[in-house]
C-alpha cells in the first residue's frame, strides 16, 4: 500500500475556495441520505447508544449505498449483530463521547490507536473490506472525533487510486492515517470556520473534512458541468499546487 498526502497537501492550501460548495450538499444528496444522517446525530446527542440511534445509523449505512439486494459482498449484517457489536464497545465509546477535536491544541496520547481499534471491532458488512462501513458507523457516533471513509473519494485522495486493500492491516493502517490528517486538518481551522458547520451535511468539523475532500476530486477531476450541478460558479482551486 502506498499513501500519498500530495492531494492533501494542496487541500490545505486551498480548502477556502471549496467553501462555497459545502452549502449546497444538502440539497445534491437530499433524501434518505440526508434524513437518516440527521437523525442519527440528533439520537447520538439526545439518547446515545440507544436502540433508536442504532437503527437510525443502520438506516443510515443502506440510504448511503452499503447494503444491496442479491449476490453481492455490498450487503450488511443483521441488525442485532450490528447492534451487539457496537454496544460491546460502549464503555470506550462513552468515554470518546466526551472529546472534540476542536478543543485539542494537539493530539491526545494514543487517541488515534483507540478510535481505530473501536473502529475494527465492530461488524457492520459482510465484506472483508472494513474501513469503508465500519468509519461510517462509527462517525455517527463519535462525529467530533471521526470522518466516515468513502471509497470513490477518501481512499482515492489518500492514495491516488481505488485501491483494493490486501488484508485487515492495511486497512487499519490506512485509517488510521486518515484520522490523523483529519485532526491536523481540524486543528488548523479557526472559529470562522468552524461557523460553516450546520445541522444538515456539515454536521461536525470531520464531516466537512470529507465534504471538502470530495468538493477538491470534483473541482480536480471532474467536467464543468457536473460542478454546476452542486451551484458551484467558481472553484478558484490552484492547479499549480494539485
Same mark, same amino acid.
Given at each position: 500500500?502506498?499513501?500519498?498526502?500530495?492531494?492533501?497537501?494542496?487541500?490545505?492550501?486551498?480548502?477556502?475556495? !471549496?467553501?462555497?460548495?459545502?452549502?449546497?450538499?444538502?440539497?445534491?444528496?437530499?433524501?434518505?441520505?440526508?434524513?437518516?444522517?440527521?437523525?442519527?446525530?440528533?439520537?447520538?446527542?439526545?439518547?446515545?447508544?440507544?436502540?433508536?440511534?442504532?437503527?437510525?445509523?443502520?438506516?443510515?449505512?443502506?440510504?448511503?449505498?452499503?447494503?444491496?439486494?442479491?449476490?453481492?459482498?455490498?450487503?450488511?449484517?443483521?441488525?442485532?449483530?450490528?447492534?451487539?457489536?457496537?454496544?460491546?464497545?460502549?464503555?470506550?465509546?462513552?468515554?470518546?463521547?466526551?472529546?472534540?477535536?476542536?478543543?485539542?491544541?494537539?493530539?491526545?496520547?494514543?487517541?488515534?490507536?483507540?478510535?481505530?481499534?473501536?473502529?475494527?471491532?465492530?461488524?457492520?458488512?459482510?465484506?472483508?473490506?472494513?474501513?469503508?462501513?465500519?468509519?461510517?458507523?462509527?462517525?455517527?457516533?463519535?462525529?467530533?472525533?471521526?470522518?466516515?471513509?468513502?471509497?470513490?473519494?477518501?481512499?482515492?485522495?489518500?492514495?491516488?487510486?481505488?485501491?483494493?486493500?490486501?488484508?485487515?492491516?492495511?486497512?487499519?493502517?490506512?485509517?488510521?492515517?486518515?484520522?490523523?490528517?483529519?485532526?491536523?486538518?481540524?486543528?488548523?481551522?479557526?472559529?470562522?470556520?468552524?461557523?460553516?458547520?450546520?445541522?444538515?451535511?456539515?454536521?461536525?468539523?470531520?464531516?466537512?473534512?470529507?465534504?471538502?475532500?470530495?468538493?477538491?476530486?470534483?473541482?480536480?477531476?471532474?467536467?464543468?458541468? !457536473?460542478?454546476?450541478?452542486?451551484?458551484?460558479?467558481?472553484?478558484?482551486?490552484?492547479?499549480?499546487?494539485?
Amino acid at each position: 500500500m502506498k499513501l500519498s498526502d500530495k492531494n492533501f497537501e494542496a487541500l490545505v492550501k486551498n480548502y477556502k475556495s !471549496l467553501f462555497q460548495g459545502l452549502g449546497d450538499l444538502n440539497s445534491y444528496f437530499g433524501g434518505p441520505s440526508v434524513y437518516f444522517h440527521q437523525q442519527s446525530l440528533i439520537e447520538c446527542k439526545q439518547n446515545f447508544l440507544s436502540n433508536r440511534h442504532l437503527e437510525m445509523i443502520y438506516a443510515t449505512l443502506a440510504s448511503w449505498g452499503m447494503h444491496r439486494m442479491g449476490k453481492t459482498k455490498t450487503k450488511m449484517v443483521n441488525y442485532e449483530i450490528f447492534k451487539d457489536s457496537i454496544l460491546e464497545m460502549q464503555p470506550r465509546l462513552l468515554a470518546l463521547k466526551k472529546l472534540d477535536l476542536r478543543n485539542f491544541e494537539e493530539e491526545p496520547i494514543d487517541l488515534l490507536n483507540e478510535i481505530t481499534e473501536i473502529c475494527f471491532n465492530l461488524t457492520v458488512s459482510i465484506s472483508n473490506s472494513k474501513i469503508v462501513g465500519n468509519s461510517k458507523t462509527l462517525a455517527h457516533i463519535i462525529p467530533n472525533l471521526a470522518p466516515p471513509v468513502d471509497r470513490e473519494y477518501t481512499i482515492r485522495f489518500f492514495s491516488e487510486a481505488l485501491y483494493n486493500f490486501s488484508g485487515l492491516e492495511e486497512q487499519k493502517t490506512f485509517y488510521r492515517h486518515v484520522l490523523k490528517q483529519c485532526h491536523s486538518f481540524i486543528r488548523k481551522l479557526n472559529n470562522i470556520d468552524m461557523g460553516l458547520i450546520d445541522t444538515k451535511f456539515n454536521s461536525s468539523a470531520p464531516k466537512m473534512f470529507d465534504n471538502l475532500i470530495m468538493l477538491y476530486l470534483k473541482a480536480k477531476n471532474t467536467s464543468e458541468d !457536473l460542478l454546476q450541478n452542486l451551484n458551484i460558479e467558481t472553484i478558484n482551486v490552484q492547479t499549480s499546487n494539485l
